[in-house]
């Protein structure tokens, strides 16, 4: 997979590899706590120990500590715990829980997202408490659920005894809820008793969106939600280019019967990044999601059956955002194309695409047909201002002469920082008005080697490019005058964009 100059869209955005993903699939270890043990797991859990700062697979007879965290994926999964006096909890599907303090005198359960249900055990004389982002629920004898959206905001329903409940930033005003009473807690609305209503105790989690402009809790809780629906998950522990340990989650869901979505979440010691793509197809996609994202790219001789009408994407790191928008698109057999003034345009040319049907690369002659889609509108954002944008009418080029910069002009320089042997490209984009934005790009291996070139020569069969290609990572790390001195760093693995067909 070489590193190339890209035209000028993928020169400003979607550098490399312009789609990335998300998952779950952890390394089991053994864990040492004290007052918690796990007695059941179901589906895909995970144990976060803060000693070593990594997530790891959840088994039975598992021992927790305070500090440690319990992280369920998937609309099966969960898992049972065990506290002192006979209390235990049950973290329900999609949930992100911590166990903030396992003390026999005062345990103290936060909930992150998702759902808890708890059983307190009758013969318990101290205080047992649940927090979310907006709420704390004091607990004594009592069998009740929690549920917590993306926003923070929550659900308390009481099924046995008494649960007092009070806003999080305001502990003196408790209101009193019975068996059989629910109450909503919202961050943006007072606390009130006349709030109260019957319980709806059930098994939903109210679903959210990973998008910008979210703090990382709410992308965690949002991604939970959304990975319920998740086609295709992957995820792994991994060294990036500059020796941090990282944390990657991808997954590819969708949103709606004619789009898909890819987000990856990336998590260190010192910061979290995240990514998503959502595409929009011409019409609803079959039940095999693969058919129609294998044509993404395009496809030779005959139009797609499947094409993107439009995407979003956006990078962030919690603080800073880069965002794209394309919308109109449409089929354009790109080989024999022609700009607004009826010139014909060769620079989007398609010269060979990789069959895999016959799992080989093909050689396009002059002329021969192959369909993209092409967008009539595009933007271009760092920070919430546009840097590039174009757009159009039924456009069969992404005419440069429609192009507009910040400033009026934009120069691009590519850039090999370590020499043309190894796979790390810097390409700077320098605008008119003297802001600017650097993408660094890097191929490596999971313990943060970067590729040599000489990795991918000399391969032309698809299988091989393919099992090559599974031995390494792509990182890229967006710098911008915007940014003030921070960076958005992104790291992603290829399994999951082969398994869907992004790659043939």
Known sequence: MRLKKNNRKAEAAAVILPIFFFALALSPTTLIAEQGIVTKVAGNVQVYSPHSDMWYEA????????????????????????????????VGPNSSVSFENLKKESPTIKVFGGKLKAWVSKFRRNKFEVHTPVAVCSVRGTEFEVIVDDKGDTEIDVIEGLVGVAKSDDPAREIALGAGERLEVRQDAPLSPDDKTESQSDE????????????????????????????????????????????????????AADEFKIVVLNERADRFDYFYYKGKFNKDLPADMSVALADIGGKAAVAPDYYLTGYETGRSNTLDTVKEDASGGHIVDVNNNVDANNNTVTSDDVTNYFDPATDTFVNLASGEKYYKSIFDKYDYYINGTKKMWYSGANLQSEDLALWKYAGDTMQSKTEWPAGESALYQRISNFYGNGTWEKWDNYIISDEGQIAPTSAFNGITSGKAYKEELLRWNYQQVVTASEFGGRKIDLVVEPKIMIKSGLIK
Not at 223 to 246: C, H, I, P, Q, W
């Open 59 to 90: 088994g039975e007879n598992l021992t927790l500590k305070g500090g440690q965290k319990i992280r369920t994926a998937g609309g099966r999964s969960k898992a049972n715990v065990r506290l002192e006096e006979g209390s235990r909890v049950e």
């Open 204 to 255: 939903k989690i109210v679903r959210s969106e990973v998008g910008l402009g979210m703090s990382k809790e709410q992308v965690q809780a949002a991604a939970a939600s959304e990975m319920r629906m998740a086609e295709y998950m992957e995820g792994k522990t991994l060294v990036d280019a500059f020796g941090k340990r990282v944390r990657l989650e991808e997954y590819i869901m969708r949103p």
